[in-house]
Protein backbone atom coordinates (compact mmCIF):
# COMPACT_ATOMS: atom_id res chain seq x y z
CA UNK A 1 0.00 0.00 0.00
CA UNK A 2 1.31 3.40 -0.56
CA UNK A 3 1.33 6.12 1.39
CA UNK A 4 -0.39 8.83 0.00
CA UNK A 5 0.68 11.68 2.51
CA UNK A 6 0.56 15.05 1.46
CA UNK A 7 3.35 16.28 3.60
CA UNK A 8 5.49 13.24 3.94
CA UNK A 9 7.85 15.42 6.61
CA UNK A 10 4.65 14.75 8.90
CA UNK A 11 3.82 11.20 8.98
CA UNK A 12 1.11 10.34 11.05
CA UNK A 13 2.76 9.64 14.57
CA UNK A 14 3.97 12.77 14.63
CA UNK A 15 0.75 14.53 14.00
CA UNK A 16 -0.65 11.54 16.80
CA UNK A 17 1.86 13.04 19.30
CA UNK A 18 1.66 16.89 18.31
CA UNK A 19 -2.02 17.38 17.66
CA UNK A 20 -3.62 14.89 19.74
CA UNK A 21 -0.79 13.97 22.21
CA UNK A 22 -1.00 10.31 22.47
CA UNK A 23 2.58 8.54 22.05
CA UNK A 24 1.09 5.65 20.00
CA UNK A 25 -1.43 3.94 17.74
CA UNK A 26 -4.36 1.75 19.18
CA UNK A 27 -4.17 -1.46 17.53
CA UNK A 28 -5.83 -1.33 13.77
CA UNK A 29 -6.02 2.54 14.11
CA UNK A 30 -3.06 3.09 12.48
CA UNK A 31 -3.81 0.60 9.31
CA UNK A 32 -7.19 1.93 8.70
CA UNK A 33 -5.87 5.24 8.22
CA UNK A 34 -3.18 4.01 5.77
CA UNK A 35 -6.27 2.16 3.72
CA UNK A 36 -8.90 5.44 3.23
CA UNK A 37 -5.63 7.27 3.02
CA UNK A 38 -5.25 5.02 -0.31
CA UNK A 39 -8.53 6.08 -1.10
CA UNK A 40 -10.31 2.76 0.07
CA UNK A 41 -14.26 2.54 1.69
CA UNK A 42 -13.82 1.50 5.44
CA UNK A 43 -15.63 -0.07 8.12
CA UNK A 44 -14.53 0.35 11.68
CA UNK A 45 -16.16 -2.02 14.40
CA UNK A 46 -14.76 -1.03 17.87
CA UNK A 47 -16.53 -1.09 21.04
CA UNK A 48 -17.19 1.92 22.51
CA UNK A 49 -14.23 3.95 23.79
CA UNK A 50 -12.09 2.12 21.70
CA UNK A 51 -10.74 5.16 19.72
CA UNK A 52 -12.73 5.30 16.43
CA UNK A 53 -12.90 8.86 16.05
CA UNK A 54 -9.21 9.17 15.62
CA UNK A 55 -9.47 7.16 12.77
CA UNK A 56 -11.20 9.77 10.66
CA UNK A 57 -9.61 12.54 12.43
CA UNK A 58 -6.02 12.50 11.78
CA UNK A 59 -6.54 11.17 8.30
CA UNK A 60 -8.78 14.43 7.98
CA UNK A 61 -5.86 16.55 8.57
CA UNK A 62 -3.61 14.56 6.28
CA UNK A 63 -6.06 15.36 3.09
CA UNK A 64 -6.79 17.55 1.07
CA UNK A 65 -10.06 18.83 1.02
CA UNK A 66 -13.59 18.39 3.56
CA UNK A 67 -14.22 15.84 5.41
CA UNK A 68 -17.61 15.39 6.36
CA UNK A 69 -18.74 13.65 9.42
CA UNK A 70 -22.45 11.98 10.02
CA UNK A 71 -23.84 11.76 13.37
CA UNK A 72 -27.03 11.17 14.45
CA UNK A 73 -27.01 13.75 17.59
CA UNK A 74 -26.90 17.04 18.38
CA UNK A 75 -24.75 17.17 21.63
CA UNK A 76 -22.36 14.03 20.25
CA UNK A 77 -21.15 16.47 17.25
CA UNK A 78 -21.05 19.70 19.61
CA UNK A 79 -18.73 17.52 22.11
CA UNK A 80 -16.49 16.22 19.13
CA UNK A 81 -15.76 19.95 17.88
CA UNK A 82 -15.47 21.35 20.96
CA UNK A 83 -12.49 18.78 21.74
CA UNK A 84 -11.16 19.25 18.18
CA UNK A 85 -11.20 22.96 18.45
CA UNK A 86 -9.16 22.76 22.32
CA UNK A 87 -6.84 20.84 19.91
CA UNK A 88 -6.27 23.25 17.45
CA UNK A 89 -8.26 21.53 14.66
CA UNK A 90 -10.90 23.78 12.45
CA UNK A 91 -13.48 21.96 12.61
CA UNK A 92 -17.61 22.61 12.75
CA UNK A 93 -21.15 21.39 12.92
CA UNK A 94 -23.99 22.17 11.24
CA UNK A 95 -27.54 21.09 11.97
CA UNK A 96 -30.92 22.65 12.48
CA UNK A 97 -29.98 23.78 16.17
CA UNK A 98 -27.95 26.45 14.39
CA UNK A 99 -28.92 29.69 14.28
CA UNK A 100 -29.24 30.93 10.04
CA UNK A 101 -26.83 33.79 10.59
CA UNK A 102 -23.88 30.99 11.71
CA UNK A 103 -25.26 28.68 9.08
CA UNK A 104 -24.45 31.17 6.70
CA UNK A 105 -21.08 32.41 8.32
CA UNK A 106 -20.17 28.49 8.35
CA UNK A 107 -21.20 28.21 4.57
CA UNK A 108 -18.52 30.96 3.95
CA UNK A 109 -15.74 29.20 5.57
CA UNK A 110 -16.15 26.34 4.07
CA UNK A 111 -15.87 27.44 0.24
CA UNK A 112 -12.79 29.26 1.86
CA UNK A 113 -11.45 25.91 2.88
CA UNK A 114 -10.83 26.77 6.18
CA UNK A 115 -12.78 23.88 7.96
CA UNK A 116 -11.22 20.32 8.20
CA UNK A 117 -13.99 18.18 9.69
CA UNK A 118 -17.64 18.93 9.33
CA UNK A 119 -20.06 17.30 11.62
CA UNK A 120 -23.76 17.20 10.46
CA UNK A 121 -26.46 15.26 10.86
CA UNK A 122 -27.80 12.81 7.96
CA UNK A 123 -31.33 14.90 7.25
CA UNK A 124 -29.01 18.22 6.52
CA UNK A 125 -26.15 16.36 4.39
CA UNK A 126 -28.76 14.72 1.96
CA UNK A 127 -30.59 18.23 1.73
CA UNK A 128 -30.73 18.65 -2.39
CA UNK A 129 -28.59 21.62 -2.38
CA UNK A 130 -26.43 20.82 0.11
CA UNK A 131 -25.14 17.84 -1.92
CA UNK A 132 -24.49 20.19 -4.54
CA UNK A 133 -22.63 22.41 -2.38
CA UNK A 134 -20.12 19.48 -1.55
CA UNK A 135 -19.57 18.46 -5.43
CA UNK A 136 -18.58 21.81 -5.77
CA UNK A 137 -16.21 22.04 -2.52
CA UNK A 138 -14.75 18.70 -2.62
CA UNK A 139 -14.98 16.48 0.04
CA UNK A 140 -12.35 14.14 1.03
CA UNK A 141 -14.00 11.91 2.78
CA UNK A 142 -17.29 10.84 4.44
CA UNK A 143 -17.20 9.40 7.91
CA UNK A 144 -20.16 7.70 8.78
CA UNK A 145 -20.64 7.69 12.99
CA UNK A 146 -22.72 5.22 14.46
CA UNK A 147 -23.07 3.94 11.30
CA UNK A 148 -26.16 0.93 12.51
CA UNK A 149 -28.25 3.72 12.35
CA UNK A 150 -28.47 2.83 8.53
CA UNK A 151 -29.58 -1.20 9.70
CA UNK A 152 -32.64 -2.21 10.63
CA UNK A 153 -30.37 -5.29 12.18
CA UNK A 154 -29.00 -2.76 14.61
CA UNK A 155 -30.59 -1.83 17.67
CA UNK A 156 -31.07 1.77 17.01
CA UNK A 157 -32.36 2.27 12.95
CA UNK A 158 -32.99 5.58 12.22
CA UNK A 159 -34.77 6.24 8.78
CA UNK A 160 -33.15 9.55 8.31
CA UNK A 161 -29.98 7.30 7.92
CA UNK A 162 -31.00 4.60 5.30
CA UNK A 163 -30.60 7.56 2.51
CA UNK A 164 -27.21 7.44 3.00
CA UNK A 165 -26.57 4.76 0.33
CA UNK A 166 -26.58 7.67 -2.10
CA UNK A 167 -23.66 9.22 -1.31
CA UNK A 168 -21.66 6.00 -2.93
CA UNK A 169 -23.42 7.29 -6.28
CA UNK A 170 -22.71 10.69 -6.02
CA UNK A 171 -19.21 10.76 -4.77
CA UNK A 172 -18.36 7.39 -6.20
CA UNK A 173 -14.43 8.22 -5.43
CA UNK A 174 -14.85 9.48 -2.20
CA UNK A 175 -14.05 6.93 0.61
CA UNK A 176 -16.35 6.21 2.86
CA UNK A 177 -15.45 5.13 6.55
CA UNK A 178 -18.32 3.93 8.32
CA UNK A 179 -18.06 3.32 12.06
CA UNK A 180 -20.26 1.41 14.71
CA UNK A 181 -19.55 -0.06 18.04
CA UNK A 182 -22.38 -2.42 17.36
CA UNK A 183 -21.92 -4.92 14.83
CA UNK A 184 -23.25 -8.50 15.15
CA UNK A 185 -22.11 -9.96 11.72
CA UNK A 186 -25.74 -9.33 10.30
CA UNK A 187 -25.85 -5.88 11.13
CA UNK A 188 -22.05 -5.67 9.64
CA UNK A 189 -22.91 -6.93 6.18
CA UNK A 190 -26.12 -4.88 6.25
CA UNK A 191 -23.87 -1.95 6.75
CA UNK A 192 -21.73 -2.09 3.76
CA UNK A 193 -24.73 -3.34 1.58
CA UNK A 194 -26.68 0.02 2.07
CA UNK A 195 -23.82 2.34 1.98
CA UNK A 196 -22.65 0.20 -1.29
CA UNK A 197 -19.20 -0.10 -0.29
CA UNK A 198 -16.90 -3.08 -0.11
CA UNK A 199 -14.59 -2.48 2.61
CA UNK A 200 -11.73 -2.37 4.37
CA UNK A 201 -12.63 -4.04 7.62
CA UNK A 202 -11.60 -2.83 11.11
CA UNK A 203 -12.82 -5.31 14.07
CA UNK A 204 -11.11 -4.98 16.98
CA UNK A 205 -12.02 -6.80 20.33
CA UNK A 206 -15.19 -6.20 22.06
CA UNK A 207 -13.52 -7.93 25.05
CA UNK A 208 -14.46 -5.87 28.23
CA UNK A 209 -12.32 -7.72 30.35
CA UNK A 210 -12.96 -5.38 33.42
CA UNK A 211 -16.58 -5.59 33.66
CA UNK A 212 -17.92 -8.86 35.38
CA UNK A 213 -20.94 -10.02 34.01
CA UNK A 214 -23.83 -11.28 36.01
CA UNK A 215 -27.18 -13.09 35.33
CA UNK A 216 -29.55 -13.57 38.22
CA UNK A 217 -32.84 -15.06 38.40
CA UNK A 218 -35.24 -12.35 39.76
CA UNK A 219 -36.64 -13.86 43.09
CA UNK A 220 -37.24 -11.07 44.98
CA UNK A 221 -35.95 -7.99 42.57
CA UNK A 222 -36.61 -5.68 45.11
CA UNK A 223 -34.39 -7.75 47.88
CA UNK A 224 -32.14 -8.15 45.17
CA UNK A 225 -31.06 -5.21 43.88
CA UNK A 226 -31.07 -3.38 47.32
CA UNK A 227 -28.42 -6.10 48.46
CA UNK A 228 -26.53 -5.71 45.22
CA UNK A 229 -26.66 -2.00 45.59
CA UNK A 230 -25.56 -1.51 49.51
CA UNK A 231 -22.15 -3.92 48.38
CA UNK A 232 -21.48 -0.74 45.72
CA UNK A 233 -20.69 1.56 48.80
CA UNK A 234 -22.02 4.63 47.06
CA UNK A 235 -20.10 4.23 43.75
CA UNK A 236 -21.77 5.54 40.28
CA UNK A 237 -24.54 3.04 38.84
CA UNK A 238 -27.42 2.79 35.95
CA UNK A 239 -30.17 0.60 36.28
CA UNK A 240 -32.26 0.32 33.12
CA UNK A 241 -35.65 -0.79 33.25
CA UNK A 242 -38.03 -1.67 30.58
CA UNK A 243 -40.56 1.45 30.99
CA UNK A 244 -41.21 4.91 32.27
CA UNK A 245 -43.43 3.28 34.76
CA UNK A 246 -41.21 0.60 36.47
CA UNK A 247 -38.07 3.93 36.12
CA UNK A 248 -40.25 5.79 38.50
CA UNK A 249 -40.96 2.89 40.65
CA UNK A 250 -37.60 1.96 41.05
CA UNK A 251 -36.20 5.27 41.73
CA UNK A 252 -38.57 5.61 44.51
CA UNK A 253 -38.07 3.22 46.72
CA UNK A 254 -34.43 3.13 46.14
CA UNK A 255 -35.22 6.79 47.21
CA UNK A 256 -37.25 5.67 50.31
CA UNK A 257 -34.36 3.21 50.59
CA UNK A 258 -31.60 6.23 51.10
CA UNK A 259 -29.87 6.26 48.32
CA UNK A 260 -29.18 8.80 46.21
CA UNK A 261 -30.92 8.23 42.90
CA UNK A 262 -32.53 10.37 40.14
CA UNK A 263 -34.99 8.91 37.24
CA UNK A 264 -34.51 9.47 33.94
CA UNK A 265 -36.61 8.50 30.94
CA UNK A 266 -38.20 10.37 27.98
CA UNK A 267 -41.34 11.64 29.86
CA UNK A 268 -39.40 14.34 31.62
CA UNK A 269 -38.65 17.40 29.97
CA UNK A 270 -35.26 18.16 28.50
CA UNK A 271 -34.47 20.42 31.56
CA UNK A 272 -35.18 17.97 34.06
CA UNK A 273 -33.23 15.68 31.88
CA UNK A 274 -30.39 17.69 31.63
CA UNK A 275 -30.54 18.26 35.25
CA UNK A 276 -30.12 14.95 36.13
CA UNK A 277 -27.73 13.75 33.87
CA UNK A 278 -25.22 17.20 34.25
CA UNK A 279 -25.72 15.86 38.45
CA UNK A 280 -24.61 12.37 37.56
CA UNK A 281 -21.44 13.12 35.56
CA UNK A 282 -20.17 15.59 38.34
CA UNK A 283 -21.03 12.69 40.69
CA UNK A 284 -23.14 15.02 42.75
CA UNK A 285 -25.73 11.73 42.37
CA UNK A 286 -24.89 8.06 42.56
CA UNK A 287 -27.89 6.36 40.85
CA UNK A 288 -29.51 7.12 37.66
CA UNK A 289 -32.95 4.98 37.27
CA UNK A 290 -33.34 5.19 33.28
CA UNK A 291 -35.05 3.50 30.12
CA UNK A 292 -32.74 3.24 27.41
CA UNK A 293 -32.77 6.96 26.70
CA UNK A 294 -30.25 7.29 29.27
CA UNK A 295 -27.00 7.01 27.95
CA UNK A 296 -26.04 7.37 24.37
CA UNK A 297 -23.22 10.33 24.25
CA UNK A 298 -23.00 9.67 27.92
CA UNK A 299 -19.04 10.01 28.94
CA UNK A 300 -18.82 8.92 32.21
CA UNK A 301 -15.79 6.98 32.45
CA UNK A 302 -16.34 6.11 36.70
CA UNK A 303 -19.41 3.90 36.06
CA UNK A 304 -19.14 1.09 39.04
CA UNK A 305 -21.84 -0.70 37.59
CA UNK A 306 -24.76 -1.40 35.31
CA UNK A 307 -27.97 -2.95 36.13
CA UNK A 308 -30.80 -4.45 33.52
CA UNK A 309 -33.98 -4.73 35.89
CA UNK A 310 -35.96 -6.18 32.92
CA UNK A 311 -34.44 -8.14 30.04
CA UNK A 312 -33.01 -5.70 27.05
CA UNK A 313 -34.33 -5.98 23.89
CA UNK A 314 -31.49 -7.53 22.47
CA UNK A 315 -27.57 -8.69 22.54
CA UNK A 316 -26.53 -5.76 21.26
CA UNK A 317 -28.45 -2.98 23.27
CA UNK A 318 -27.17 -5.23 26.47
CA UNK A 319 -23.67 -4.36 25.28
CA UNK A 320 -23.57 -1.33 24.76
CA UNK A 321 -25.86 -0.54 27.79
CA UNK A 322 -23.67 -2.92 30.05
CA UNK A 323 -20.59 -1.09 28.49
CA UNK A 324 -21.16 2.16 30.03
CA UNK A 325 -19.88 0.57 33.08
CA UNK A 326 -15.90 0.43 33.40
CA UNK A 327 -14.82 2.68 30.61
CA UNK A 328 -11.93 3.81 32.79
CA UNK A 329 -10.69 0.16 32.63
CA UNK A 330 -11.04 -0.32 36.63
CA UNK A 331 -13.14 -2.97 37.50
CA UNK A 332 -17.02 -2.56 36.90
CA UNK A 333 -19.73 -4.88 37.42
CA UNK A 334 -22.75 -6.11 34.91
CA UNK A 335 -26.02 -7.40 36.65
CA UNK A 336 -28.62 -8.63 34.56
CA UNK A 337 -31.78 -9.58 37.03
CA UNK A 338 -33.97 -12.49 34.62
CA UNK A 339 -37.69 -13.16 34.97
CA UNK A 340 -38.13 -16.17 31.99
CA UNK A 341 -41.67 -15.71 31.80
CA UNK A 342 -40.13 -12.20 30.47
CA UNK A 343 -38.93 -14.42 27.28
CA UNK A 344 -42.69 -15.54 27.20
CA UNK A 345 -44.10 -12.39 27.69
CA UNK A 346 -42.04 -10.61 25.24
CA UNK A 347 -42.63 -13.19 22.88
CA UNK A 348 -46.33 -13.00 22.64
CA UNK A 349 -45.78 -9.06 22.23
CA UNK A 350 -44.14 -9.59 18.78
CA UNK A 351 -46.17 -12.40 17.68
CA UNK A 352 -49.32 -9.71 18.25
CA UNK A 353 -47.16 -7.50 15.46
CA UNK A 354 -47.40 -7.65 11.76
CA UNK A 355 -45.62 -10.27 10.34
CA UNK A 356 -43.07 -9.92 8.16
CA UNK A 357 -39.18 -8.84 8.50
CA UNK A 358 -38.98 -6.52 11.11
CA UNK A 359 -41.25 -9.30 13.18
CA UNK A 360 -38.49 -11.71 12.49
CA UNK A 361 -35.99 -10.00 13.15
CA UNK A 362 -37.07 -9.06 17.11
CA UNK A 363 -37.64 -12.84 17.54
CA UNK A 364 -34.20 -13.81 16.76
CA UNK A 365 -33.21 -11.03 18.82
CA UNK A 366 -34.92 -11.75 21.30
CA UNK A 367 -34.65 -15.24 20.88
CA UNK A 368 -30.75 -14.60 21.07
CA UNK A 369 -30.78 -12.51 24.54
CA UNK A 370 -33.14 -15.48 26.58
CA UNK A 371 -30.12 -18.03 25.24
CA UNK A 372 -27.54 -15.53 27.07
CA UNK A 373 -29.69 -15.24 29.84
CA UNK A 374 -30.45 -18.52 30.07
CA UNK A 375 -26.71 -20.06 29.67
CA UNK A 376 -24.76 -21.99 31.95
CA UNK A 377 -21.94 -21.53 30.26
CA UNK A 378 -19.11 -18.52 30.56
CA UNK A 379 -21.11 -15.32 30.42
CA UNK A 380 -18.15 -13.24 28.39
CA UNK A 381 -17.89 -16.52 25.83
CA UNK A 382 -21.21 -16.34 24.66
CA UNK A 383 -21.15 -12.69 24.35
CA UNK A 384 -17.90 -13.06 21.92
CA UNK A 385 -19.24 -15.62 20.21
CA UNK A 386 -22.43 -13.70 19.04
CA UNK A 387 -20.18 -10.87 17.59
CA UNK A 388 -18.49 -13.42 16.04
CA UNK A 389 -15.16 -13.28 18.20
CA UNK A 390 -12.86 -16.49 19.34
CA UNK A 391 -12.69 -16.57 22.72
CA UNK A 392 -11.41 -20.46 23.61
CA UNK A 393 -11.20 -20.16 27.34
CA UNK A 394 -13.69 -19.43 30.07
CA UNK A 395 -13.29 -15.52 31.40
CA UNK A 396 -12.86 -16.12 35.13
CA UNK A 397 -14.91 -12.81 35.59
CA UNK A 398 -18.43 -13.85 35.06
CA UNK A 399 -20.87 -15.39 37.32
CA UNK A 400 -20.89 -18.86 36.06
CA UNK A 401 -16.86 -18.55 35.69
CA UNK A 402 -16.41 -17.77 39.40
CA UNK A 403 -19.63 -19.85 40.97
CA UNK A 404 -19.88 -22.46 38.28
CA UNK A 405 -24.14 -23.73 38.75
CA UNK A 406 -24.33 -26.57 40.95
CA UNK A 407 -26.93 -29.44 40.31
CA UNK A 408 -28.75 -31.81 42.91
CA UNK A 409 -30.66 -34.83 42.87
CA UNK A 410 -33.88 -32.64 42.97
CA UNK A 411 -35.93 -35.76 43.04
CA UNK A 412 -37.86 -35.14 46.43
CA UNK A 413 -38.32 -31.51 46.05
CA UNK A 414 -39.90 -31.85 42.32
CA UNK A 415 -42.35 -34.69 44.24
CA UNK A 416 -43.17 -32.27 47.37
CA UNK A 417 -44.23 -30.13 44.56
CA UNK A 418 -46.16 -31.85 41.96
CA UNK A 419 -47.90 -33.28 44.69
CA UNK A 420 -48.99 -30.29 46.14
CA UNK A 421 -50.10 -29.09 42.16
CA UNK A 422 -52.28 -32.32 42.28
CA UNK A 423 -53.34 -31.55 45.80
CA UNK A 424 -54.73 -28.32 44.60
CA UNK A 425 -56.49 -29.84 41.87
CA UNK A 426 -54.29 -28.03 39.87
CA UNK A 427 -56.57 -25.09 40.06
CA UNK A 428 -54.07 -22.81 41.69
CA UNK A 429 -50.94 -20.65 40.93
CA UNK A 430 -47.62 -20.72 41.68
CA UNK A 431 -47.89 -18.23 44.56
CA UNK A 432 -50.69 -19.96 46.55
CA UNK A 433 -48.90 -23.59 46.03
CA UNK A 434 -45.64 -21.93 47.72
CA UNK A 435 -47.82 -20.93 50.53
CA UNK A 436 -48.87 -24.23 50.97
CA UNK A 437 -45.56 -26.05 50.95
CA UNK A 438 -44.60 -23.61 53.43
CA UNK A 439 -47.51 -24.19 55.94
CA UNK A 440 -48.82 -20.85 55.37
CA UNK A 441 -51.72 -19.42 57.98
CA UNK A 442 -52.82 -16.92 56.06
CA UNK A 443 -56.62 -16.59 55.59
CA UNK A 444 -56.63 -18.05 51.80
CA UNK A 445 -55.15 -20.75 53.16
CA UNK A 446 -56.90 -21.53 55.86
CA UNK A 447 -60.10 -20.51 54.39
CA UNK A 448 -59.98 -23.31 51.80
CA UNK A 449 -58.50 -25.80 54.56
CA UNK A 450 -55.80 -26.24 52.62
CA UNK A 451 -53.67 -26.18 56.10
CA UNK A 452 -55.79 -30.09 55.82
CA UNK A 453 -53.62 -31.16 52.86
CA UNK A 454 -50.87 -33.38 53.47
CA UNK A 455 -48.49 -31.27 51.55
CA UNK A 456 -48.93 -28.48 53.57
CA UNK A 457 -45.99 -27.26 55.24
CA UNK A 458 -43.48 -30.22 53.93
CA UNK A 459 -41.65 -27.16 52.57
CA UNK A 460 -41.13 -25.03 55.05
CA UNK A 461 -37.18 -24.81 55.37
CA UNK A 462 -37.12 -23.30 52.63
CA UNK A 463 -37.84 -19.77 51.89
CA UNK A 464 -40.19 -18.80 49.61
CA UNK A 465 -37.68 -17.64 46.19
CA UNK A 466 -35.93 -21.07 46.78
CA UNK A 467 -39.26 -22.63 45.62
CA UNK A 468 -40.20 -20.33 42.81
CA UNK A 469 -36.89 -21.20 41.18
CA UNK A 470 -37.33 -25.20 41.66
CA UNK A 471 -41.24 -24.35 40.38
CA UNK A 472 -39.85 -22.57 37.15
CA UNK A 473 -37.38 -25.38 36.47
CA UNK A 474 -40.12 -28.01 36.45
CA UNK A 475 -42.34 -25.72 34.19
CA UNK A 476 -39.51 -24.87 31.99
CA UNK A 477 -38.95 -29.26 31.97
CA UNK A 478 -42.29 -29.68 31.00
CA UNK A 479 -43.52 -31.28 33.76
CA UNK A 480 -46.02 -28.62 34.66
CA UNK A 481 -47.62 -26.07 32.60
CA UNK A 482 -48.88 -22.44 33.33
CA UNK A 483 -52.33 -22.07 32.01
CA UNK A 484 -52.61 -18.17 31.39
CA UNK A 485 -56.39 -18.40 30.32
CA UNK A 486 -57.31 -19.65 34.06
CA UNK A 487 -55.40 -17.13 36.42
CA UNK A 488 -51.66 -18.98 35.61
CA UNK A 489 -53.10 -21.88 37.51
CA UNK A 490 -50.70 -25.07 37.48
CA UNK A 491 -51.23 -28.12 35.66
CA UNK A 492 -49.37 -31.77 35.46
CA UNK A 493 -48.17 -32.50 32.50
CA UNK A 494 -47.62 -36.37 31.62
CA UNK A 495 -44.36 -36.48 32.07
CA UNK A 496 -44.79 -35.60 36.09
CA UNK A 497 -45.94 -38.70 36.53
CA UNK A 498 -42.76 -40.90 36.26
CA UNK A 499 -41.13 -38.30 38.72
CA UNK A 500 -44.41 -38.62 41.03
CA UNK A 501 -43.83 -42.45 41.00
CA UNK A 502 -40.27 -42.23 41.66
CA UNK A 503 -39.24 -44.29 38.83
CA UNK A 504 -36.81 -41.58 37.71
CA UNK A 505 -34.42 -39.46 39.21
CA UNK A 506 -34.60 -35.43 38.35
CA UNK A 507 -31.36 -33.32 38.38
CA UNK A 508 -32.49 -29.41 39.02
CA UNK A 509 -29.68 -26.48 39.38
CA UNK A 510 -29.68 -25.61 42.68
CA UNK A 511 -31.27 -22.05 43.56
CA UNK A 512 -29.37 -18.94 44.06
CA UNK A 513 -30.55 -17.26 46.89
CA UNK A 514 -28.37 -14.32 47.43
CA UNK A 515 -25.95 -12.48 44.39
CA UNK A 516 -23.14 -15.06 44.58
CA UNK A 517 -20.67 -12.29 43.09
CA UNK A 518 -19.73 -9.50 45.63
CA UNK A 519 -17.68 -6.35 44.56
CA UNK A 520 -15.31 -7.63 46.56
CA UNK A 521 -12.18 -8.21 44.46
CA UNK A 522 -9.11 -10.49 43.65
CA UNK A 523 -7.02 -10.07 41.58
CA UNK A 524 -6.91 -10.89 37.92
P1 LIG B 1 -15.26 5.71 20.52
O1 LIG B 1 -15.75 6.75 19.55
O2 LIG B 1 -14.74 4.48 19.88
O3 LIG B 1 -16.24 5.40 21.61
P2 LIG B 1 -13.36 7.71 21.17
O4 LIG B 1 -12.93 7.99 19.79
O5 LIG B 1 -14.23 8.70 21.86
O6 LIG B 1 -13.99 6.28 21.28
O7 LIG B 1 -12.05 7.45 22.03
C1 LIG B 1 -12.15 7.03 23.36
C2 LIG B 1 -10.99 7.60 24.15
O8 LIG B 1 -9.77 7.04 23.73
C3 LIG B 1 -10.87 9.10 23.94
O9 LIG B 1 -10.59 9.70 25.19
C4 LIG B 1 -9.70 9.21 22.99
O10 LIG B 1 -9.07 10.44 23.12
C5 LIG B 1 -8.83 8.05 23.43
N1 LIG B 1 -7.91 7.58 22.39
C6 LIG B 1 -8.21 7.27 21.12
N2 LIG B 1 -7.11 6.83 20.47
C7 LIG B 1 -6.10 6.86 21.35
C8 LIG B 1 -4.69 6.52 21.27
N3 LIG B 1 -4.13 6.06 20.15
N4 LIG B 1 -3.96 6.68 22.38
C9 LIG B 1 -4.52 7.12 23.53
N5 LIG B 1 -5.81 7.48 23.65
C10 LIG B 1 -6.60 7.33 22.58
ZN1 LIG C 1 -16.76 -16.37 32.36
Redesign the pocket.
Known amino acids: LELPLLNAAEPLEQM?RQI?G?????AG?RDVMMRVLAGQDCLVV?????????CYQLPALVMSGLTVVVSPLISLMKDQVDSLLQSGVNAAYLNSSLPRDQQLQLLRQLHQGEIRLLYISPERLLQPEFIERLQYLGVAMFAIDEAHCISQWGHDFRPEYAQLGMLKQTFPTVPIMA?T?TADNATRLDICQRLGIQPYILLSSFDRPNIRYTVAEKLNAANQLRQFISAQHGASGIIYCSSRRRVDEVATRLRQQGFAVEAYHAGMTQQERSSVQERFLKDQLDIVVATVAFGMGINKSNVRYVVHYDLPKSIESYYQETGRAGRDGLEAEALLLFEPADIGRVRHLIDQGTPGPQQEVELHKLNTMAAFAEAQTCRRQVLLHYFGEAADRPCGNCDICLDPPKRYNGTEDAQKVLSCVYRLKQRFGINHLIEVLRGSAAANVIDRGHDKLSTWGVGKDKPHEYWLSVIRQLIHLGLINQDITRGSCLLLNDAARPVLRGEVALMLAEPRLTLAVSRRRHGH
Open positions: LFYQSFRQMPTGGGKSLLA
